[in-house]
T-cell receptor
Framework: DAGVIQSPRHEVTEMGQEVTLRCKPISGHNSLFWYRQTMMRGLELLIYFNNNVPIDDSGMPEDRFSAKMPNASFSTLKIQPSEPRDSAVYFC????????????FGPGTRLTVL | SQQGEEDPQALSIQEGENATMNCSYKTSINNLQWYRQNSGRGLVHLIL?????REKHSGRLRVTLDTSKKSSSLLITASRAADTASYFC????????????FGEGTQLTVNP
């Protein structure tokens, strides 16, 4: 298995632009998680899905952030409009069945907003 | 919050020495997990210990769990320079449907 796939790996954009991050979870996993990691705030859970349904989005910073999971093999995290303080590494992770199980992380997307 | 808190925040040792990292949490858990993150990479799962277990081993890793003290420790024996990384504990509530909460991590440096 290729593991969790994220794209792009790096994204540099200007303030105000829309950013879309993509994730393909491991086949057969039915829980998917979006995290953000910064030096200041550490690893933060933004949102997680179970069977394509958003379960907990309390970590989404504000309305500029939105996430979708249209099917079991694809999810997006969109930031519109982007701001410099959104600069971070965004990770997608998936797990089998129970979201309390072992999570498999993707390589991350490093986002820089100028 | 039941977020795990790792101790120490940073640890520097010589190759061949043992490294011990601790994690404390606040509420009852279903399981506790340890992850490793190399610089610039995603987290990698190391070991999971359930609330009814006291100790688990995996290669050079030994994890203990003390639910009465709400704490866990990760021991890496005979450390290698390649063990240099950040190590995170993650806790899961007992209730179904909950998810992992990660601590802030311990930065381990193993000097050759």
């Amino acid at each position: 298995d290729a593991g969790v796939i994220q794209s792009p790996r790096h994204e540099v954009t200007e303030m105000g632009q829309e950013v879309t991050l993509r994730c393909k979870p491991i086949s057969g996993h039915n829980s998917l998680f979006w995290y953000r990691q910064t030096m200041m705030r550490g690893l933060e859970l933004l949102i997680y899905f179970n069977n394509n349904v958003p379960i907990d989005d309390s970590g989404m910073p504000e309305d500029r952030f939105s996430a979708k999971m249209p099917n079991a093999s694809f999810s997006t995290l969109k930031i519109q409009p982007s701001e410099p303080r959104d600069s971070a590494v965004y990770f997608c992770a998936s797990s089998l069945e129970d979201p309390r199980n072992e999570q498999f992380f993707g390589p991350g997307t490093r986002l820089t907003v100028l | 919050s039941q977020q795990g808190e790792e101790d120490p925040q940073a640890l520097s040792i010589q190759e061949g020495e043992n490294a011990t990292m601790n994690c404390s949490y606040k509420t009852s858990i279903n399981n506790l997990q340890w992850y490793r993150q190399n610089s610039g990479r995603g987290l990698v799962h190391l070991i999971l210990i359930r609330s009814n277990e006291r100790e688990k081993h995996s290669g050079r890793l030994r994890v203990t769990l003390d639910t009465s003290k709400k704490s866990s420790s990760l021991l890496i024996t005979a450390s290698r320079a390649a063990d240099t990384a950040s190590y995170f504990c993650a806790t899961a509530f007992g209730t179904s449907g909950s998810r992992l909460t990660f601590g802030e991590g311990t930065q381990l440096t193993v000097n050759p």
